[in-house]
């Protein structure tokens, strides 16, 4: 059965809704990051570049860096956007326009996603300035009600874990990024496990004028371990999206990774005075393993 024109939605030019890209337009590696003006700042350094499209917050530069062909785009805030890439970066892919049938088993395609995004860490002793994988990612927002996800045991005792020590009375889901993607390119990162958080002031424990409705929230996020043969497992740092990533990522088939430029340290009060400089570190780090 054809997928339906309103649940797979094409511009007039065959582009996909939100992406506005067309399957061509794609390279199998992609860059994202959360704001459109960092595109630029990561396309920059590619030898040539080929496209250039914009709709919303999702800005796409895609080019050649070092004879590698390589797309860069921009995410906007939250996992709801992350849920609009990942649909549509694997349907770009992995469905057929023409005929509007999902690809054979046998012909889908495994996208490369790396994230580079800026990040709050909750330990003292991962300082500003630090740049941090994520092992794991703990997703504190809604996402993940509408999907099917299998976590294994280990993610399901976190998450439990993490619901337990916040009293949520939901529970939060749990999932490890790609192993490859990690090793290629966080050697000599932090490794961490990420808490993707549904805002950047409540829900990231940050008081300016309203009172939170749990007390000491970056405390229990410090405080929180989990204890199994692998080892303790803590809490490393925070954002908004990489949970969503790891997710989808997972269900749909595809390598993701979560590459984190530290700029805030929520234990010792500070942030970076020169956090752009850390975030052009992460970049050229990405870029010259990519
Ligand atoms: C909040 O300031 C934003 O910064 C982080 C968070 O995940 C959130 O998107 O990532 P980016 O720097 O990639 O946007
Ligand atoms: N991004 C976040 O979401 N939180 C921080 O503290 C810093 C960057």
Do not use: W
Request: proline fraction near 4%; glycine fraction near 8%.
């Amino acid at each position: 059965m054809p997928i339906a024109e309103s649940e797979l939605i094409l511009n007039k030019d065959g582009s996909i809704y939100h992406l506005n890209l067309l399957p061509d337009h794609l390279s199998e590696t992609i860059i994202t990051v959360g704001d459109p003006e960092r595109v630029p700042t990561v396309s920059q350094h590619f030898d040539s570049i080929e496209t250039k499209i914009h709709k919303r917050e999702f800005v796409t530069h895609v080019g050649y860096y070092r004879g590698k062909r390589l797309t860069v785009i921009s995410t906007g805030m939250g996992t709801d956007n992350i849920d609009i890439l990942m649909n549509e970066l694997d349907a770009l892919v992995n469905i057929d326009f023409v005929t509007r049938e999902p690809r054979p088993l046998e012909e889908r395609i495994s996208l490369r996603i790396v994230r580079v995004g800026t990040s709050g860490s909750l330990q003292a002793d991962i300082p500003v300035g630090s740049l941090l994988v994520s092992e794991h990612a703990v997703g504190l927002d809604s996402l993940m009600q509408f999907y099917p996800l299998v976590e294994t045991g280990l993610e399901v005792e976190v998450a439990r874990g993490v619901q337990q020590s916040l009293q949520l009375d939901y529970r939060p889901y749990c999932v490890r990024g790609s192993d490859l993607l990690r090793e290629q390119l966080g050697a000599g990162m932090v490794t961490g496990n990420t808490l993707t958080c549904p805002g950047f002031y409540g829900p990231q424990g940050r008081v300016l004028r309203l009172d939170l409705r749990m007390a000491n929230l970056i405390e229990q996020f410090q405080q929180f371990r989990y204890h199994s043969a692998e080892g303790e497992f803590r809490l490393t740092n925070f954002e908004m999206e990489t949970a969503g990533y790891y997710s989808l990522g997972r269900m749909l088939g595809h390598e993701v990774t979560s590459l984190n430029a530290i700029v805030a340290n929520r234990a010792t009060g500070e942030f970076a005075a020169n956090s752009e400089q850390v975030v052009n570190d992460l970049i050229a780090k990405t870029l010259e393993r990519i």
